[in-house]
Each structure stands twice: as C-alpha cells, then as structure tokens.
C-alpha cells in the first residue's frame, strides 16, 4: 500500500493559497521508497519523458543518502520540484510500475518532490555544474516556459552564451502565470530560474519576438548563431457563441495570468484588480479548467460550476485534481454544454444558457460524442464565466516569420530533435505539438539541446 500524501484539509485549502499537498517528511519518504523493487529492467524509465534513472534516485533515497538522490535525479531533470507536484505521473513513471499490476505503484512523483524539497530546504541542489570549456557562439532561447529553461540548462552547461528572452515581465513562462500557487509555489520556480542564472544564462523579460525582434533579427542583426523557439500554445479557443464578448468573460489564460502575475493569491496585502462574480462558470474540464475554478472559490465565489459536455469519465483533468475541486465544493454540471451567454442592459454576464447532453458513439479520439437533448434547454444563473477549452500557438511569429513552416493548427512544424524549416532555428513543446504536459515539454528541449550543438559544430 502506497503512502498518502498530507494535504490541507478541504473546508480550510479552499480559502488560501497555500499548498494543497503537504509532501511527505523523512519517515514516510524511506518508508515508500523501500516499497521499490529495484527492477533489473526498470518499465518506469521508459515511462519518463527525460529518462530519469528512477529506481537508482529512489534506492538512494531507502538508504537516506538523499545528497546522492538529488545528483541523480538532477543528471536528467533540472525541474525536479516542479515536475513532482504537476506531472500526471499516473499516466506516465508511475502507469510502467511492476507494483501497480496487482496493487498500487510507487509513489514516485511524491518521491521526486520530496527529495527536491529537501535539497533545497538544506542547500544541497546549489552544485557548481561542470561547463564545457566556453564555445564561442550565442543562442537565443525565445520562451522561459519548462521547454525553454531545459534546453536554456542543458546549453549553458554545455559552454554555450545563452539568452534568454521571455515576453511578460516574470519568467517561468506557464510555470509562474498558468499553474496556481497552492498547486506550485512560485518560489519554488525562481529557485530553479536561479539555478540557471547561477549556470550564466541571460535573461531579457518583457521582449515579444515578433515584435521586440523577429527570429531573422536574432540571427543576422544580434549575432546570434541558433534560435530555439518554446513559447508554448498561450493562446485561448473560444466557443463562438452569444455573448462570449460580455463583460465577465474571461479565457482560463487571462483568468490564471491576472492572478499570477498580479499576485492575487496574496490578496489584500496586494491591491490585484481581478473580477471574481458570485456564482461562476468554468466551462471544460482539463486540468486548467479545475485550477480556473478552484482559484474563483479561493477569491470568494460562492458557487463554482464546472460545465462539461460530456461524463466525468470522460474529463481529461488529472483524477487527483477533479477529486480536491469536488472535495472543496466545485460542483460538476456534467452532460451540459453552453448555447449563449447572458448579460445585462450595462454589458456584464447575468446567466449562461445550457443545453443537457447525452453520450452517443465514440469519436475519433475514443472518447463518446455527446449529443445534444432537444428541448433540453435552461440557464444556470451565474455572474462570471471562464472558458477553458484549449489554447493553441500565437500567430505573431509565424505573421513576422512566413518562412516558418507551420501545419493547419498553427504548431511549429519540427523533425524530432526539433529542426525546423529554417536552419539554425529550433522549436519545441506546446508550440509544436499542442498543449501536453510539463515533462513532454522538458524532454523536447532536452533534445533539442543536444541536436543544436551538434548543428552548431558543423556550422
């Protein structure tokens, strides 16, 4: 049996800011660690977008040689604290475990976060890196997101000058303005941006390539010899119907990114300007659509409803993240889709209309498409909607770029190290491939790395 996780208890989480997860101390943490069997071929490796040496990190651990952990854990993921409070390793590390066959996998995540924390709670992950003897040739990372600040790492340890260029004034990218802070702290990410501060990587906030510089301006006006573009899928879909315009409408995006980078979650001993209606709607059911309404509850909404089209088996949310928004009083109006949205004679929201849905054949994706119950219709009485139904590429660099091959959606088309159409000018992450995950993201700039140094090398 797994060891739980501590966590705030939920009628006192949903009123601050703090983490939920508590983290596990030293006892549990060798106590789970031990539940290890060290496989000879260990499937958890595989499972792992940037191959951590998962059973070596966790068996140092068993023997309290937690020193050893973090160098291990630390060869293959530069983000260890981040990744172990926001990867779905349900899905990943953990869905390879041998143990959770018949019963339940290590708790590797919790793993990873706990001997993250210790280290930097005891100042032992501030390790002088080995550099490369300097290598005479900038790049230009565009995007301080979890893709951008690896490859920035793997670069700069590699000898490289690299700067970095991140177009809101904080860095971190989705890490510091999409992810709450009572799921991530933001202290926790500046410390890994420090980190890379520490290895020599430049940092140039509020600069939007495509309009600070283009990429051709990086390249044949800065002197810079590689770019890597990361600058993830920041931009909200919409539903397109009546009334998305009203005041009190807000994209996830913009919801979460006030918040952050506002500094909401410290309200009121920061004066933060952010709208949160009584009753509130989130329509979705991604992981961005239970942060967008249990960060409403937290500024004092009343009722929060997650509206989804289709059943909860279907939502794409971790189980974990739907089972602490039930537990704080989020209420699921599954089976129901909005038609419009209502608003008042001054312009503000004062209702969403509804229709009741119910599953029919499996779409292409596998999952059943929901259908539509005629006559169905009704309005859920609310003041403030948040739509969380995706986000894709910002058109600006491929505008100011047109040689830039993209496919249909707008992603960066690249092979897999991540070459694109232009030489010298690599991408990845959710610019590439879509909206994913934190690790997918990580990996892609890992090789990434390795592939614009060997470029690099023969140009």
């Avoid at 709208?275 to 239970?290: I, L, P, Q, T």
């Amino acid at each position: 049996m797994r060891n739980p996780m501590p966590e705030q208890p939920a009628d006192i989480r949903n009123k601050n800011f703090e983490e939920v997860a508590l983290g596990y101390d030293m006892a549990t943490a060798i106590d789970e660690a031990q539940r290890c069997l060290n496989c000879p071929k260990p499937r958890c490796v595989e499972g792992c977008p940037v191959n951590v040496e998962i059973p070596a990190f966790i068996q140092a651990i068993a023997q309290s040689k937690l020193n050893e952990a973090i160098t291990i854990l630390k060869r293959k993921n530069s983000l260890p604290a981040v990744c172990g409070r926001v990867c779905p390793q349900e899905n990943q590390c953990e869905s390879k475990c041998v143990l959770g066959i018949k019963g339940e996998s290590v708790a590797i995540g919790r793993l990873e976060r706990f001997v993250a924390d210790y280290a930097r709670e005891q100042g032992i992950d501030i390790t002088k890196t080995d550099i490369d003897s300097s290598k005479d040739k900038k790049i230009a990372i565009v995007g301080s997101g979890p893709s951008g600040l690896t490859a920035a790492g793997d670069l700069a340890k590699m000898g490289y000058d690299v700067t970095m260029y991140e177009a809101l004034h904080a860095p971190g990218g989705v890490l510091m303005y999409g992810i709450p802070q009572f799921r991530l702290p933001k202290e926790i990410v500046k410390h890994e941006i420090d980190a890379l501060k520490d290895l020599g990587v430049k940092i140039i906030p509020n600069a939007v390539i495509g309009r600070t510089f283009t990429i051709k301006e990086l390249m044949n006006e800065e002197g810079f010899s590689a770019v890597y573009v990361g600058t993830g899928a920041g931009l909200p879909h919409f539903m397109h119907i009546d009334g998305e315009n009203l005041n009190g409408v807000y994209s996830a995006n913009e919801f979460l990114t006030r918040v952050n980078l506002m500094r909401a979650y410290q309200f009121p001993n920061v004066a933060t300007p952010v709208y949160v209606g009584k009753n509130v709607a989130v329509v979705g059911a991604g992981n961005v659509a239970m942060d967008a309404a249990r960060t409403a509850k937290r500024l004092g909404a009343e009722q929060v409803y997650i509206v989804y089209r289709r059943s909860e088996d279907e939502m794409p949310a971790r189980k974990e993240e739907i089972g602490h928004a039930k537990e704080e009083g989020i209420e699921l109006r599954l089976l129901n889709n909005p038609t419009r949205i209502l608003g008042n004679d001054k312009g503000w929201v004062n209702g969403m209309e509804c229709i009741k849905m119910e599953l029919g054949e499996p779409d292409a994706s596998g999952r059943r498409s929901p259908v539509e119950i005629k006559g169905s219709e009704y309005v859920l009485d609310v003041d403030m909607v948040v739509m969380a139904i995706g986000q894709g590429p910002n058109p600006l660099l491929k505008q100011t770029t047109p040689e830039l091959e993209t496919n249909k959606r707008g992603n960066i088309v690249a092979n897999e190290e991540g070459a694109t159409s232009i030489p010298g000018v690599f991408a990845g992450g959710d610019i590439v491939t879509g909206a994913a995950t934190v690790i997918s993201a990580m990996g892609a700039g890992k090789k990434a790395a390795l592939a614009i140094d060997e470029y690099l090398s023969k140009h």
